[in-house]
Structure formats: C-alpha cells, structure tokens
C-alpha cells in the first residue's frame, strides 16, 4: 500500500487547514493509502487536531525553534525597538534554520518513505518549515510532493522576499505540483513563482454536510432575542484582523442607521470570531454609536449554528483571501453571502444569485446591499435556495475528495 504523509505548520486550526480533517477522516483515503500525519507542535494546535481528527492513523508532532525576536511589549522608551529587533533576528537566522530544518527533514522523510508528501501552506511564502520540507522530500527521494497554497502569493516586493528568490526556485524544483483551491489564486501563484501549466493546479475545497433543524433556528432566535424575535441578523465569521474589513462593514451599518432607521431598528450585527483588534473594533463600534445592535460573540464553537440562526452572511474581506471556508458553511446552510471582488470569492458567490458582490473597502456599496437583502425576504430565500444548490453541484466534500484522489493515483501511476 502507498503511503501519503500530510505535514502543516500552522499556529491554529485556521481557514487553510480545514481540508486536513476530510483527507485524514476519510475512510475512501485510509483504504486506498497508509497516512502519516505531521504537524509543527502547538498547544493550541494539539487541541484543536484532537477534536477534530477521529480516525487512528499516525499523528507525530514536530518541534523547531522559531527564530523570531519573541514579541514582547517594552517599557517606553525603549518599545519602538520591539519590531526592529523581530526582523533582523528572523534574517540572521533565516538561513542556518532553513538548513537545518532541510537536513532534519531529509533523515525524517528517508525514515518514514512516504510515496507522497502533501504539504498545507497558509499562503506563498508562508511558513519557513513547510518550503524547507519539500525541499527536502525531493532530496530524500519522495518522487511525488504536493505543495497546497491556500491564500494570494506574496510578489517580491520586499527585501525579504526579494532574499527568498532563490529558495523559491529551489522550491519550485522539488515541488511537483502546486494546488490552490481558485483560479485566482492559482494564476497569482503561477505568476509569481513562473510557474509552467504542468505544475499548477486549482482544487475548489469542499466541506461535510451538515444536518441542522429549523426548529433549532427558532431557538436560538428566541433565546439570543427574547424581546425582539422580528430582527433582521446578519452575521459575519472570521479572524478579526485588518485584511477580513471588519472596520468598513461597521462604517456600512452606521451609514444605514443614518440613513434608514427603520431599518436599523431591526437589524443585529453578530460578529463572531476573535483576533488582535477585536478591542479596536469594539471601542470603533462605541464611537460610531453602533454598538448597541451589535454582538462580539468572539472565538464560538457553535459556529454554524450562529451562522444558521442568521438572515445571511457578509465577509467583508479587502485582501489575501483564496477561497474562504465560511462561504461554503453559508451557501451549505442555505444562507445569502455578501462579500467582495476579492481573490476566490466571486467563484463561490454568483452575484445577484447566490448573493451580491461590492468593490472592497467601499462602505457605501456595503450598505446598499445589505439593505437590499434586509428589505427583501423573498429575494433572501431565493438567493440562499440557489447558494445551496450551487454548493451541492460543486462545493461538496465528495466532490473534492475525489478530486484529490484522481491527483493522487495519477502521480502514483506516473510513477510506475
């Protein structure tokens, strides 16, 4: 039997290592394949994998030093040297750590003698570990390496990019084939890396069905809303970091309000997700006079629960997205989206079909859809009934498991 070796370095069971539990819980795999698992060992991580892996196959946590400046708030005057001191200790140690972790991964994979590696990365560059791996897969021999890429790749616009150049190339080499999960991601890749068409794919991810009851909607519209089940809720579900725009859909909602206070008077806002500016954003929902309507559920593990309570979601994003997970949990559930020209996501969202499309960062275009949608029930099913039926004929986990299993014994057969 084969065997395939998944390996990710990722703080946190994020947007692109949700694939990772479909290809290591899944039965049609496990049959046809031996799997080892790896990951770069966090705490967080270890948590997040135990409650999300339920199969028996190998999991081996790895250790390596980071090589970053530890962050770390200083005392002023001396807090402005905190940043400084993060980049010159990630370039003095970029390349003796690159070294190591290729010779280190040269022993592991020439131990192991996996047929495949399938490596999962954030983005390009992304982590350190994950080019050092395939790399080193190629030098120990592993004859098939699978690069996932799972965000826009970074151009070489900076120094540090710039001193990657020749790592890439190196990278480019030992990979044999580059996933991303769009067309727009891959041809972003293909461009930056100069990649030949033999070498680049897209995979659109996929995720499990899921059974929710209507008569768990109305629960949880009641219990959430006891004095006001007539609301219209509008979710939106990610990392609460600059590139998700969460500031330009708070700016959108305060123009309804100005705008159409009828409208305000129903509606709710449930920001759900947690992050670095979650504060930030509080305190920017206060002065904007806002912050009545709107809930900061933080990090929850009823998601999607949430989202289904929800009229619809918006992502607001303004970069580096792909191909976001939450969209298909939304179109799964058969909820509208709202969200932008950005990256993957007018390859899941049909606007004016499945939902509406806006430029990102324009607030003004935010508002007029979501006003659109709150003034329109019917159009709100509509839109959601069609969402479903699109994610049913493309999105499911079927559909790209199987897409991964023709790469696979299509790479195994060119071997033989």
């Given at each position: ?21 479909l290809?290591l ?32 196959i ?14 770390k ?30 010779f ?206 929800s ?75 069609a969402?479903?039926q699109?994610?049913?004929s ?6 790209s ?15 033989k």
């Amino acid at each position: 039997m084969s065997k395939i070796l998944y390996y990710t370095d990722c703080p946190f069971f994020g947007g692109c290592e949700n694939m990772l539990p479909l290809f290591l819980n899944s039965e049609r795999i496990k049959n046809k394949y031996e799997i080892v698992f790896c990951y770069r060992y966090s705490v967080e991580y270890k948590n997040d994998l135990e409650k999300r892996i339920v199969s028996d196959i190998p999991v081996i946590p790895l250790t390596f030093i980071s090589g970053t400046w530890p962050k770390k708030n200083f005392i002023p005057p001396f807090n402005h040297i905190s940043k400084p001191l993060q980049y010159l200790s990630t370039g003095i140690t970029r390349l003796p750590l690159t070294f190591y972790e290729i010779f280190w991964f040269i022993r592991f994979f020439k131990k192991l003698s996996p047929d495949i590696v399938h490596l999962n990365n954030g983005g390009y560059p992304a982590a350190r570990t994950v080019r050092s791996a395939a790399i080193a897969a190629r030098l120990a021999g592993v004859k098939s390496v699978i690069m996932v890429v799972n965000n826009m790749a970074a151009g070489y616009t900076s120094l540090g990019r710039v001193i990657d150049a020749i790592f890439d190339r190196w990278v480019v080499h030992s990979v044999t084939i580059f996933i991303t999960a769009s067309k727009s991601a891959a041809t972003r890749l293909q461009s930056v890396l100069r990649l030949p068409n033999k070498k680049i794919k897209f995979i659109p991810n996929g995720i499990e069905p899921i059974e929710i009851y209507d008569n768990r909607n109305k629960n949880i519209r009641i219990k959430q809303n006891p004095c006001r089940s007539c609301e219209i809720i509008i979710s939106v579900v990610g990392l609460l970091v600059e590139r998700k725009g969460h500031r330009f859909l708070l700016d959108a909602i305060k123009i309804i309000k100005d705008n159409n206070p009828h409208l305000w008077n129903h509606l709710k806002l449930w920001v759900i997700g947690d992050g670095e500016l979650r504060q930030s954003l509080e305190c920017y929902a206060k002065s904007l006079e806002i912050s009545e309507n709107i809930v900061f559920w933080g990090h929850r593990p009823d998601v999607l629960e949430k989202l289904f309570a929800s009229d619809f979601l918006v992502l607001p994003s303004i970069k580096d997205e792909d191909f976001p997970f939450v969209i298909l949990e939304a179109m799964l559930l058969g909820k509208p989206v709202i969200s932008t020209y950005v990256a993957g996501i007018p390859e899941q969202v049909e606007d004016g079909k499945t939902g509406l499309l806006v430029q990102p960062g324009d607030a003004l275009s935010l508002s007029k859809a979501i006003s659109e949608l709150c003034r329109d029930p019917k159009l709100i099913k509509k839109m959601g009934e069609a969402g479903k039926q699109r994610f049913e004929s493309n999105f499911t986990s079927d559909i790209s498991l199987k897409s991964y299993l023709d790469l696979y014994d299509l790479l195994l057969c060119s071997l033989k």
